[in-house]
């Protein structure tokens, strides 16, 4: 029995070109994740948000990453995200840190090995509303309807091209019972 499946994954990927490509469908299903996550987005109603309240603590990115930020609650560090973008303006990102906020949020539902993410709906520091949830809203529907979906594209061609090397004249065929 193991032998049989020893042959079976080998025969998948009995030269080079086969295990590249197997290689590329696996690094593109792992990015097309995201991309199958935007997809299946849902919005929630403003009344099923959960809602939170704590210290604002922000914490600056290096380089290319974007800021994020976290509320304190009870020394436990709650952990927001705004999907593609920053959620708070860059230049306010100082007169924010360690001010009071309440934040309505909902746990995104991603999709395989990526774990969800708390996205942020509407955010309120010291009374004021600074994020608003339609805004919120037609942010995250706009990322859905607008995202080019590119890994998941990438996914499905390259596993179509690995179904069609398998069905390729190969030079070297597997020899299957050798004693």
Same mark, same amino acid.
């Given at each position: ?49 959960? %809602?939170?309240?704590?210290?604002? =603590?922000?914490?600056?990115?290096? *380089? ?6 976290? &509320?304190? #609650? @009870? ?27 309440? %934040?309505?949020?909902?746990?995104? =539902?991603?999709?395989?090995?990526? *774990? ?6 509407? &955010?309120? #520091? @010291? ?53």
């Amino acid at each position: 029995m193991k032998k049989t499946v020893i042959w079976r994954i080998e025969f998948l990927v009995n030269n080079q070109r086969k295990k590249i490509v197997l290689l590329l469908v696996l690094f593109f299903a792992f990015l097309a994740q995201r991309d199958f996550s935007n997809l299946l987005f849902e919005a929630p109603d403003f009344n099923k948000l959960t %809602v939170s309240e704590g210290i604002i =603590k922000i914490h600056k990115g290096q *380089g290319r990453v974007r800021d994020t930020f976290s &509320l304190l #609650i @009870n020394n436990q560090e709650m952990l927001f995200s705004c999907g593609i973008n920053e959620c708070l303006p860059i230049n306010k990102t100082s007169d924010y840190q360690g001010k009071a906020a309440k %934040v309505w949020s909902e746990e995104s =539902k991603n999709i395989g090995l990526m *774990g969800g993410e708390n996205l942020l709906y509407q &955010l309120e #520091i @010291n009374g004021k509303i600074i994020l608003n949830y339609q805004d919120q809203l037609k942010h995250y529907i706009s990322i859905k309807n607008f995202s080019p979906a590119i890994n998941l594209v990438f996914f499905i061609i390259t596993a179509v091209f690995f179904i069609l090397l398998q069905f390729a004249n190969n030079p070297t065929p597997p020899t299957r019972n050798e004693k």
